[in-house]
């Protein structure tokens, strides 16, 4: 209630909403954030209907509002007409960000509830300008925006264009993306770190590194078994790659290649995105002045012989991390992480949500605070 109070004392003449999600009691903390000073105080939709009247007769008392936030509700289009009957004052349409992660869209949602109710509509949920815009144009009466703003490095730029695309909207019609296409875009500028981070550390290949210094791989895997130097379905894999695949190969040997310039000319010439080889590389010479990317174990003159043992697209295990024919291969100078392809949406969002709180990071070194005092260390350390 605090943080309420100290926003009231700045800000005395604006609106402010207290997100308390209240899910019990509703009399009590309704008007705990009343006396703190706020405007609307938020309680969930999936509260019990004696919860939300107990909030609602609570903010009649106090002279405040209240906005039911649809995060998570079962059947939430009939759960609005419900919520209005009960007498609340606003609905939210709300993905969260757990549920954002796996594609979950509040635009879609709110689509449907906003001619269903006759009380004012807000959404809230991943919003940046773009999104915005498509919800104002769609009937929302209030958008609520947190980390496109308080994540920026800039705050004050970020909210002054949230505010231009909420006051004029754009009548441009969204283009919608492949779900690969999204899923590529997204992973294009995240570094393997982020992405390491976001997955809580799982999916990072062991021992493999970049041939080509400050070459990225973005791509879906065609995984190869192979036998210690045996080229022959690595070889192969390049015929059965499609343009934007990896090619991943399990080779087991740190003294003879399955793969070399001929091979990386090959595919490239395909169109493949990128090359990993748990064991050796060979022609690093004649590697480094083509354009693919090509991580491997390390690097050797002796070439294997074309003997055709092995498979082409089955489950391997490729520096010490399982990959699927279809998993997103990402590569840099970092190193390479797999990312199982059933997850992948989910993973890219999480990764880019991970690269935005970084760079608010160094934002804030940058003008002068350690690295500790940004972390707040000394809070978080187990006592």
């Not at 605090?2 to 005395?12: A, T």
């Not at 059947?75 to 939210?92: Q, T």
């Not at 969204?174 to 393997?192: H, M, N, W, Y």
């Given at each position: 209630?605090?943080?309420?109070?100290?926003?009231?004392?700045?800000?005395?003449?604006?609106?402010?909403?207290?997100?308390?999600?209240?899910?019990?009691?509703?009399?009590?903390?309704?008007?705990?954030?009343?006396?703190?000073?706020?405007?609307?105080?938020?309680?969930?939709?999936?509260?019990?209907?004696?919860?939300?009247?107990?909030?609602?007769?609570?903010?009649?008392?106090?002279?405040?509002?209240?906005?039911?936030?649809?995060?998570?509700?079962?059947?939430?289009?009939?759960?609005?007409?419900?919520?209005?009957?009960?007498?609340?004052?606003?609905?939210?349409?709300?993905?969260?960000?757990?549920?954002?992660?796996?594609?979950?869209?509040?635009?879609?949602?709110?689509?449907?509830i906003v001619n269903k109710v006759n009380i004012p509509v807000a959404i809230a949920g991943g919003l940046d300008s773009g999104s915005c815009s498509d919800a104002v144009s769609a009937g929302a009466d209030i958008v609520i925006v947190g980390g496109n703003i308080v994540r920026s490095s800039d705050v004050t730029a970020s909210a002054k264009v949230i505010r231009e695309s909420v006051d004029s909207p754009s009548s441009a019609?969204?283009?919608?993306?492949?779900?690969?296409?999204?899923?590529?875009?997204?992973?294009?500028?995240?570094?393997?770190?982020?992405?390491?981070?976001?997955?809580?550390?799982?999916?990072?290949?062991?021992?493999?590194?970049?041939?080509?210094?400050?070459?990225?791989?973005?791509?879906?895997?065609?995984?190869?078994?192979?036998?210690?130097?045996?080229?022959?379905?690595?070889?192969?894999?390049?015929?059965?790659?499609?343009?934007?695949?990896?090619?991943?190969?399990?080779?087991?040997?740190?003294?003879?290649?399955?793969?070399?310039?001929?091979?990386?000319?090959?595919?490239?010439?395909?169109?493949?995105?990128?090359?990993?080889?748990?064991?050796?590389?060979?022609?690093?010479?004649?590697?480094?002045?083509?354009?693919?990317?090509?991580?491997?174990?390390?690097?050797?003159?002796?070439?294997?012989?074309?003997?055709?043992?092995?498979?082409?697209?089955?489950?391997?295990?490729?520096?010490?991390?399982?990959?699927?024919?279809?998993?997103?291969?990402?590569?840099?100078?970092?190193?390479?992480?797999?990312?199982?392809?059933?997850?992948?949406?989910?993973?890219?969002?999480?990764?880019?949500?991970?690269?935005?709180?970084?760079?608010?990071?160094?934002?804030?070194?940058?003008?002068?605070?350690?690295?500790?005092?940004?972390?707040?260390?000394?809070?978080?350390?187990?006592?």
């Amino acid at each position: 209630m605090n943080v309420i109070r100290k926003l009231r004392e700045s800000f005395p003449d604006r609106t402010i909403v207290a997100d308390m999600k209240i899910a019990d009691t509703g009399a009590m903390e309704v008007e705990m954030g009343a006396k703190a000073g706020a405007d609307i105080i938020v309680i969930l939709a999936s509260a019990d209907d004696s919860t939300i009247q107990e909030a609602v007769r609570a903010a009649k008392k106090y002279g405040v509002r209240i906005m039911a936030d649809l995060i998570s509700a079962n059947e939430p289009v009939s759960r609005s007409a419900e919520l209005e009957s009960l007498g609340v004052d606003y609905i939210n349409v709300h993905a969260g960000i757990d549920q954002q992660m796996t594609g979950q869209d509040s635009l879609a949602l709110m689509k449907q509830i906003v001619n269903k109710v006759n009380i004012p509509v807000a959404i809230a949920g991943g919003l940046d300008s773009g999104s915005c815009s498509d919800a104002v144009s769609a009937g929302a009466d209030i958008v609520i925006v947190g980390g496109n703003i308080v994540r920026s490095s800039d705050v004050t730029a970020s909210a002054k264009v949230i505010r231009e695309s909420v006051d004029s909207p754009s009548s441009a019609p969204v283009v919608k993306r492949s779900i690969d296409a999204e899923i590529r875009s997204i992973l294009e500028g995240i570094s393997t770190a982020n992405i390491s981070d976001a997955m809580h550390r799982k999916g990072a290949m062991q021992d493999i590194s970049s041939m080509l210094p400050g070459k990225r791989m973005i791509g879906t895997a065609v995984t190869v078994q192979t036998f210690k130097g045996d080229w022959a379905k690595a070889v192969e894999a390049i015929d059965e790659a499609k343009e934007g695949d990896v090619i991943v190969i399990y080779n087991g040997s740190r003294h003879v290649a399955p793969w070399g310039g001929l091979a990386t000319l090959s595919a490239l010439n395909k169109g493949v995105a990128g090359v990993v080889i748990d064991g050796a590389v060979r022609d690093i010479d004649d590697i480094r002045t083509m354009d693919l990317p090509v991580f491997a174990t390390c690097y050797v003159p002796n070439a294997g012989e074309p003997k055709g043992f092995g498979e082409i697209n089955s489950e391997i295990i490729c520096g010490n991390q399982t990959v699927r024919p279809g998993d997103y291969i990402v590569g840099d100078d970092n190193g390479v992480v797999v990312i199982p392809k059933e997850r992948a949406y989910e993973i890219a969002r999480r990764s880019k949500e991970v690269e935005k709180t970084e760079l608010r990071l160094f934002e804030e070194i940058r003008r002068g605070s350690t690295l500790s005092e940004v972390m707040q260390l000394k809070k978080w350390e187990k006592h």
